[in-house]
């Protein structure tokens, strides 16, 4: 009969200690990595392709998605933004015109569908009303088709998720300028739906009749994309 | 896991697979590996696990100086000092995988219940997630260089596999183990 080598029973339990350290400070990393993150990227400047890009967490709870390389570039000289489709006025604005449309400002929380969330992000912006009252979109118009100026990325949602009380086309972020990064010089806020209906770098705005995918949709995502009640659950 | 990971979070990814197939494969994979554990543990030889598990958890002095003496063995070659079965480094190596495995369930449970139910949606689950994952691919990418390719350890390929080692490797790299071999163990 086979008599198994024996075990030593002297020693300390380090393995067991490592591997219940290890795993406690993985639930402790859950509570504290957010405040480490704000820490570690104040401390590494933000630049694009730096080590924020590759280690994760260093972008103050935001990661910075694109579709394009490099992201675009906003030139308050040549940009225009667009609103077309079915209304009445189509509009062609200038960055100064933009600029001077009325503003708001709203504290509001910003979920990813990979994840990650940001709270309390402080936007100023435009409201949907403003630009409805300005174009005066058909009977016939929809949805409201948000193209970005990187392309080929575009998204799309119905006229009433565009009327959501907390949707902006935001122009400023915590108090500054919007970022090349999170968007300049606008971006779609719609808190209540996850990151990727939050169009940034939005050149045109069109009313449309009819539904069409954005181009997370055409890959895989869901349309309405409500944080809590979309991929993958509610439905 | 990774590539379907990458594929639901790395946005230079998120085209390859559609995110429900990243998505179902990724769920799926994580609960065939924590089934298959569980297999080795209910059918398995449980007597030997829970020696084995008593070999990884207990260090000596030996093993403190093995840790200690690593980076500048690594550097400058030199003698270690006696192992048991398993070499210091080893043993951290499972016990660090371990912890590192049960963080990332509990981090994986919360970003698919995170979704269901946005209370359980923290800021921090995801950098953990993320974090688990580069150490864990560090760990696995050194534990394949040191079975497959580094000279003084990858004949322990062979006792992995094969279930049995030459004596002369043994008695070099794990000379406490061979001590208290039987000796009806070590001639085959």
């Known amino acids: 009969m ?76 040549t940009f225009e933004l667009r609103i077309t489709g079915l209304v009445e006025k189509p509009q062609r604005l200038r960055w100064n015109d933009v600029a001077a449309l009325p503003g708001v400002h709203q504290t509001s929380d910003f979920h990813c569908v990979t994840g990650w969330s940001v709270d309390n992000v402080k936007w100023e912006g435009i409201r949907p009303q ?18 970005s100026l990187e392309t080929p990325y575009v998204d799309q949602i119905s006229l009433d998720q565009f009327r959501e009380p907390n949707a902006m086309l935001a122009r400023g972020q915590d108090g ?6 999170h968007g300049a010089p606008l971006r779609l806020v719609l808190p209540s739906m996850y990151g990727y209906k939050n169009v940034k770098w939005v050149r045109e705005l069109r009313f449309d009749a009819a539904a069409a995918p954005g181009y997370w949709e055409q890959r895989g995502y869901d349309v309405d994309a409500w944080v809590g009640g979309s991929n993958g659950f509610g439905q | 896991m990774l590539f379907t990971g990458l594929c639901l979070s790395v946005s230079s990814f998120q085209g390859i697979l559609d995110r429900p197939t990243a998505k179902a494969w990724h ?22 696990l829970a020696r084995t598990a008593r070999e990884i958890d207990r260090f000596d002095g030996d093993d403190g100086r093995w840790l200690k003496g690593a980076p500048g063995r690594l550097l400058r070659g030199g003698t270690a000092p006696p192992q048991g079965r398993f070499n210091a480094g080893q043993k951290l190596n499972a016990a660090l995988i371990g912890g590192l495995m049960l963080a990332m369930y509990v981090t994986g449970f919360l970003l698919w219940y995170g979704e269901r139910d946005t209370t359980y949606r923290f800021a921090g689950t995801v950098i953990v997630h993320d974090w688990g994952t580069l150490i864990l691919m560090c760990l696995i990418a050194g534990h394949l260089y040191l079975a497959v390719l580094h000279p003084a350890t990858r004949h322990a390929l062979r006792g992995m596999t094969l279930g049995d080692v030459d004596e002369d490797w043994a008695r070099k790299h794990h000379a406490k183990w061979v001590e208290r071999a039987p000796a009806s163990d070590r001639d085959a």
């Not at chain 1, 480490?36 to 280690?55: I, K, M, Q, T």
């Open chain 1, 2 to 77: 086979e008599r198994p080598t024996p075990t030593p029973r002297s020693g300390i339990p380090f393995g067991r200690a490592a591997l219940l350290g290890t795993f406690a400070a993985g639930l402790g990393g859950i509570a504290v990595a957010p405040a480490v993150s704000r820490f570690l990227s104040n401390a590494v400047p933000a630049a694009p392709g730096g080590l924020g890009d590759v280690l994760p967490g260093l972008g103050g709870g935001w990661r910075i998605y694109s579709v394009q390389s490099p992201l675009p570039r906003f030139d308050p000289a």
């Open chain 2, 27 to 48: 769920l799926w994979s994580s609960i065939v590996l924590a089934a298959g554990l569980a297999l080795i543990t209910l059918l398995g030889n449980r007597a030997a």
């Open chain 1, 130 to 147: 403003t630009i409805i009252d300005l174009v005066r979109p058909k009977p016939a118009a929809k949805f409201v088709t948000l193209q």
């Open chain 1, 176 to 181: 500054k300028p919007l970022t090349r990064s």
